[in-house]
């Protein structure tokens, strides 16, 4: 194969688009997946079901509500943040109580159960079909050799759009300020007057959102099905390993950066490898660089 | 606190050899041994044999979370080195299935002494991930290579071959049943004497307080690595045996990723962390109720999921939790 093609300007953008939408996707998750163990130390395997409902959500808001498209990703946002929170009220917090000292690990099987529960439910309520919505915005953007759908260009701005939300209200708001608390030091914070367990809630509806909000706004990629969150869970797991567990910022650049080496690597491999390679990537980065590619903290060993 | 401390320590250690005990084993074992020649229905010896393979499957995997606090979630995938090791040795270098037994077991304890090594100088969580990445890894590569492994074509597999008389033919299903009894069986009897040695004291204990094992001298990296690697070859021996006897095989979620790994997982939660022997409790339980459920669909999983929540937040003990009542 003439690899040289694969430095023309119109290639180039057509797959540096490709992975850019990828990696908005696999940012979205893995921003949220990282925010909840960065401050509950929960890794939420159950992340792809919440994905996989907003992706409900958002076929029945366009489809049989007949919403514009805008206003089907906030619904699927909305949504999610109060199943979000739902879970983490009923289940997470009752295992939080419970299970005492080693209660994370309990919580990640918990989370498996839910996610068992959740694909399977969809399955009886939705059957397996595959709904999806095509051609969010139409058209394309053109450049000499250069073409980009305004699709691929509207997901990579929302996704933007809300990594810099998600950063001011982390950033400046009080309830952000008093999430970075207690993610700090959960003890500190609840002696100064916070709210630990109303902190959780919210922080697991948030990452529920965001899950939501990813799946919503890929609709025309990802169509809605039961087990539609698997592959996305998979790589934002993967990418919030690759940044450093709980630390989002690297989680997110490790997502764009996964996103663009799996669309690259279509012209060097079959696409069955791409999965292969992703998960090799991740066991060489425990094995090398247990704290992520970006973060200077220190992993607890055993 | 309290709570966690005593439900993960159950109350067995010490048991007593009373004449009711015995009577109740050897009333279990009689009735293992004898309904599927009696009842003679091909389908009540798949479901004995399903639920004796996972229930033994789900044991095994209780000496790794149970009694030393490890999370293996690639084990499907553990799982498909054995079944496939011994399956494509047959396949290709017309390797008898009983030396294949051997062989899955050995090659899986391998995988696992390796990722051993690489993850278990890691806490708890990095556990999981690592072997989830390590099991779907091994599954992606069966299904990308199929010149080899023949991928998602499916890969039939050899019978085990007639040894001391008696006919391996696939039809006869009481023989294979018969076998998988003797293979649970020293297994069982593996496991049982490892958990009540030395070595198994040293697991208990890094499960319990990994830094006060530390201090006291007992090298825990050293010991989990004992524990991953004997889980893993014996898992590998139970992987190969499942080849051979289900004839054909494909790197498919549902036989060898994560559906797989839940299903097991969810047996041995169900049947009691720590406690060994609910794990075969729990698969005669949870693997009858599926069969005799198959009309459900995915009625059937939702009931597991919900189950192991369940279990998770107001059954800590799971089946075991009940032995004080009935044992």
């Known amino acids: 194969m003439d690899y040289s093609m694969l430095l023309e300007p119109g290639i180039l953008a057509q797959v540096l688009s490709q992975g850019l939408v990828r990696g908005s996707m696999y940012a979205l998750m893995a921003s949220g997946l990282s925010l909840i163990f960065g401050i509950m130390g929960v890794k939420n395997f159950a992340h792809g079901e919440l994905f996989m409902l907003g992706t409900y959500v958002m076929f029945f808001a366009l489809a049989v509500l007949g919403l514009p ?58 059957g397996s079909d595959r709904r999806g919505v095509t051609g969010l915005i139409e058209g394309t953007f053109v450049s000499g050799s250069i073409v980009i759908s305004y699709e691929r260009i509207m997901i990579v701005c929302v996704a933007a759009l809300v990594g810099v939300l998600l950063w001011a209200f982390l950033a400046f708001t009080n309830f952000g300020k008093a999430i970075r608390a207690t993610s700090q030091d959960p003890d500190a914070a609840q002696t100064l007057g916070i709210d630990i367990a109303r902190i959780y809630t919210l922080t697991f509806g948030i990452g529920a959102a965001l899950a939501g909000l990813a799946g919503a706004l890929l609709i025309s990629i990802y169509p809605a099905y039961p087990t539609v969150g698997f592959q996305p869970v998979i790589k934002s ?66 | 606190m309290t709570a966690t401390t005593a439900s993960s320590v159950p109350a067995s250690q010490q048991s007593r050899v009373t004449p009711m005990r015995v009577a109740k084993v050897v009333v279990l074992l009689a009735l293992l041994i004898g309904i599927p ?13 399903s639920a004796l393979m996972l229930g033994t499957i789900a044991a095994i995997y209780d000496l790794m979370i149970g009694y030393a606090g490890l999370i293996n979630f690639g084990y499907a995938g553990f799982l498909a080195v054995g079944a496939y090791g011994s399956a494509l040795a047959s396949f290709h ?39 989830f990445f390590t099991g779907e890894a091994i599954r992606y590569t069966i299904s990308n290579t199929p010149d080899f492994t023949r991928g998602m074509q499916g890969l039939s597999t050899a019978p085990f071959t007639d040894i001391l008389g008696l006919d391996f033919a696939r039809e006869n299903l009481l023989n294979y049943y018969f076998l998988l009894l003797v293979l649970a069986g020293i297994i069982m009897g593996l496991l049982a004497w490892l958990v009540n040695s030395r070595i198994g004291l040293a697991f208990k204990a890094l499960r319990e307080d990994q830094l006060a094992t530390q201090s006291l001298g007992l090298n825990t990296t050293k010991y989990k690595l004992y524990n991953f690697t004997i889980a893993s070859f014996l898992a590998g021996i139970m992987g190969a045996y499942y080849a051979h006897y289900i004839g054909i095989l494909s790197p498919t979620r549902h036989e060898f ?9 969810t047996i041995t939660y169900v049947g009691g962390r720590g406690s060994l022997w609910g794990a075969l409790f729990a698969g005669f339980l949870l693997i009858g109720f599926q069969e005799y459920f198959r009309g459900l669909g995915p009625w059937r999983l939702v009931l597991f999921g919900s189950l192991l929540i369940f279990v998770m937040l107001f059954a800590r003990r799971g089946l075991a939790g009940l032995k004080k009542y009935v044992w």
Do not use: H
Not at chain 1, 74 to 91: Q, Y
């Open chain 2, 257 to 265: 990723g994560v559906p797989r790994t839940v299903e097991i997982l």
């Open chain 2, 37 to 49: 020649p009696l009842v003679d229905s091909p389908f009540i010896t798949r479901v004995f044999i």
């Open chain 1, 69 to 126: 498209f805008p206003l089907g990703i906030l619904l699927a946002a909305v949504v999610l943040f109060f199943v979000g929170m739902g879970i983490e009220r009923t289940l997470i917090e009752t295992l939080r109580k419970r299970a005492g000292r080693d209660w994370l690990l309990d919580a990640f099987v918990l989370t498996i159960g839910m996610m068992v529960v959740l694909q399977n439910l969809a399955q009886i309520v939705f």
């Open chain 1, 237 to 302: 797991i993967a990418c919030v390993i690759l940044g450093g567990l709980g630390y989002v910022p690297g989680a997110i650049v490790a997502a764009l950066l996964l996103g663009v080496i799996e669309a690259y690597s279509v012209f060097f491999m079959a696409s069955g490898w791409q999965n292969v390679l992703t998960a090799g990537l991740v066991v060489l980065i425990l094995i090398f660089r247990p704290a992520g590619l970006f973060n200077s903290a220190k992993v607890e060993r055993a």
């Open chain 2, 93 to 131: 270098y017309g390797i008898s299935p009983w030396a294949g037994l051997l062989i899955g077991g050995v090659l899986t304890g391998a995988v696992g002494f390796v990722a051993g090594i690489i993850t278990l100088r890691l806490k708890g969580l990095y556990v999981a991930l690592m072997t």
